[in-house]
């Protein structure tokens, strides 16, 4: 008998084993592009080509002012626009801080935000898109009292929208990890109770509610109005993984003041190790909730409306895609 009993647990051990080493060998991480850049400067259409053509399929879509004042006519030809070159637009997130009327102390900025992040899921819905996500927006620094109440009402209504978007179809809602004490959460331990606190509502409700998870950045850090660090971008990237669905993809400075992609010129002044957060991404990647893993170029693009540099997008997108995908090929070869 007690034979037996080993004998199982060793088979319930092999099995528990080789699931483990499924789920390993199933996690991807893949590239894609968030849209920004091209804002009223070129057309999706020449995004499509320029991403198909440098073989990236995944496409974020950054809001605009437009964004959620325009039909639905608008999103089914951009959907369909997308299909003919082969794009899947997988994500929706914003590209500026306008969904962030919770931390505003004036009642009507709460008001337009639930309106329009409503609109952001509808608007998923069209594209057949799983996911959508924002900032959670910015104190003003004059009202930084204002800041724990923000984050309540915030938390509140985002618990309202994942229940709203699981009635139009999607699978997830996202929020940004951000760099600066007025735009929370802006460190690791805050990080972990506002996800802590939206993934058990979901487990309460899983049949009513998406999952909640984070778009992270990997040049996203906190430094102090001194200058100096207190949480590096790479332990804060890692804080995330436990609720990470993506990514922002971007290359930044010391002390995260500027940010840029990875285009020739710009390389040897960024601190982005991209071979390394390819590393940790796969020895950490049990931590990571789901099996695939996009990282969206977020690239703020050159000088917007200037002749002399609103063309150069065509060239840093292009390389800054390379590098990345160069990046990965060379650590494939060396950890494989």
């Known amino acids: ?27 991807t991480i893949e590239l894609g592009v968030k849209s920004d850049p091209i804002q009223y400067r070129y057309s999706f259409d020449w995004l499509f080509n320029l991403m198909a053509e440098e073989g990236i399929y995944n496409l974020q879509l950054g809001t605009f002012t437009e964004f959620y004042s325009l039909p639905d006519s608008y999103f089914f030809r951009l959907k369909e626009s997308a299909q003919s070159k082969g794009i899947q637009i997988s994500s929706i997130f914003t590209s500026h801080r306008e969904l962030g009327g919770f931390l505003n102390p004036e009642k009507e900025y709460a008001e337009i935000t639930m309106k329009n992040y409503r609109r952001m899921i509808e608007i998923a819905a069209i594209l057949e898109c799983p996911v959508a996500g924002s900032s959670m927006g910015s104190v003003y620094r004059d009202k930084i009292e204002y800041r724990p109440q923000g984050i309540k ?19 997830w809602l996202t929020l ?134 609103d063309y150069l997008l065509d060239r840093w997108l292009r390389e800054s895609l390379k590098y990345l995908k160069e990046q990965w090929a060379e650590w494939s070869a060396i950890f494989s």
């Open 1 to 27: 008998m007690m034979a037996f009993w080993i004998h199982n647990k060793i088979e319930r051990g092999q099995r528990i084993l080789k699931k483990m080493q499924d789920l390993e060998k199933n996690f």
């Open 153 to 171: 009402s915030f938390l509140k209504f985002i618990k309202d929208m994942m229940v709203f978007a699981k009635d139009h179809g999607l699978s």
């Open 176 to 309: 940004e990890p951000m760099s600066c004490y007025a735009e929370p959460p802006c460190n690791s331990v805050e990080l972990k109770k506002i996800a802590d606190e939206l993934v058990q509502f979901h487990l309460n409700q899983p049949e009513k509610t998406v999952r909640f998870g984070y778009c992270s950045d990997v040049s996203h850090g906190w430094a102090n109005q001194e200058k100096i660090v207190i949480e590096n971008n790479l332990d804060y990237f890692i804080a995330s993984f436990p609720y990470l669905y993506e990514f922002h993809f971007k290359n930044t400075d010391s002390i995260y003041n500027s940010t840029f992609g990875f285009e020739l010129e710009n390389l040897e002044r960024g601190i982005i190790d991209v071979k390394e957060v390819y590393s940790i991404l796969m020895k950490k990647q049990n931590e990571i909730p789901v099996t695939k893993v996009i990282g969206y170029l977020e690239h703020p693009g050159p000088k917007f409306g200037r002749d002399y540099s």
